[in-house]
């Protein structure tokens, strides 16, 4: 089963690495990577998506919160959880299908960067499945050149836990 989870750390060296090293110790591939500062610039806050279990997941959560830069994980799989990808799209299009690209980027809320056809730029926050689906439509207007994808994020709806 795929799994959106949460962990907050403080913000130092190896941190990231400590947490990443054990998930991959134990076999698991980390599908999509984010990390910022929270509004606490102590505290990190890192949404990754991997692949596995609920039992080896919960295995894998109670062990993260051992290490001493851990400061709460929280799998948001299960939960009311709103889920967001950016995507930034570079194209190489003919004149004459700007119009159909940006007719298909207002369709999904996307945002033109770049009116230039030798490098045009489209930009989407979307799910991972409106994003995927964009670049397929997308790619019969002309030439992807570079995909430029931030990874999941997530947010529970209502309270956080504690």
Do not use: C, W
Not at 95 to 112: E, F, H, W
Request: proline letters at 2%.
């Amino acid at each position: 089963m795929r799994h959106l989870i949460a962990i907050l750390l403080q913000n130092e060296a190896g941190a990231l690495t400590r947490v990443t090293g054990l998930i991959s110790s134990r076999g698991y591939n980390i599908e999509s990577l984010s990390v910022a500062p929270t509004d606490d610039p102590t505290v990190s806050r890192i949404t990754l998506v991997t692949i596995g279990s609920d039992a080896v997941m919960a295995q894998i959560n109670a062990q993260l919160l051992k290490l001493v830069d851990v400061v709460a994980v929280e799998d948001m799989t299960s939960g009311d959880t709103l889920a967001r990808e950016l995507l930034l799209v570079k194209l190489r299009i003919a004149t004459t299908q700007i119009d159909a690209v940006k007719t298909l980027s207002g369709r999904v809320d996307g945002k033109i960067l770049s009116l230039n056809p030798s490098s045009y730029i489209v930009e989407l926050t979307s799910t991972e499945a409106q994003i995927s689906e964009f670049l397929k439509e997308v790619a019969t207007f002309g030439e992807i050149i570079e995909v430029v994808r931030s990874g999941v994020l997530g947010i529970s709806r209502g309270e956080p836990k504690k």
